[in-house]
């Protein structure tokens, strides 16, 4: 069974950085679309940026493009998320995900890992 495992969630206070990564339990990922989406209390789950499996195609919300940066090691089967200039309203439960074609369409990945929180104070 495909796992995706996030870590690097935590506190940090505002303005401050915090790097997510994602691993992924099989090889055959590397072929995939990688994505991070988020869940805020009373929120519905949101893209927050996503990757083709050649890196060639990126997508980003608006509300991180310039502050987030999303990446990928196909070698390491592990996706990550650099996410600078934090603010409180990024404060959310981060997922991994994975899923067989570039869209930012949450329900067109098949594959979603259980989470990492990021909480930013103010």
């Known amino acids: 069974q495909v796992q995706l495992v996030e870590s690097g969630g935590g506190l940090v206070q505002a303005g401050g950085s915090l790097r997510l990564s994602c691993v992924a339990s099989?090889?055959?990922?590397?072929?995939?679309?990688m994505g991070w989406f988020r869940q805020a209390p009373g929120k519905e789950r949101e893209l927050v940026a996503c990757?083709?499996?050649?890196?060639?195609?990126?997508a980003y919300a608006d509300s991180v493009r310039g502050r987030f940066t999303i990446s990928r090691d196909n070698a390491k089967n592990t996706l990550y998320l650099q996410m600078n200039s934090l603010k409180p309203e990024d404060t959310a439960v981060y997922y991994c995900?994975?899923?067989?074609?570039?869209?930012?369409?949450?329900?067109?990945?098949?594959?979603w890992g259980r989470g990492t929180q990021v909480t930013v104070s103010s």
């Open positions: 990757i083709s499996w050649r890196s060639t195609n990126i």
């Open positions: 995900a994975a899923g067989p074609k570039f869209t930012t369409d949450s329900l067109e990945y098949d594959h």
């Open positions: 099989e090889r055959t990922l590397s072929y995939y679309t």
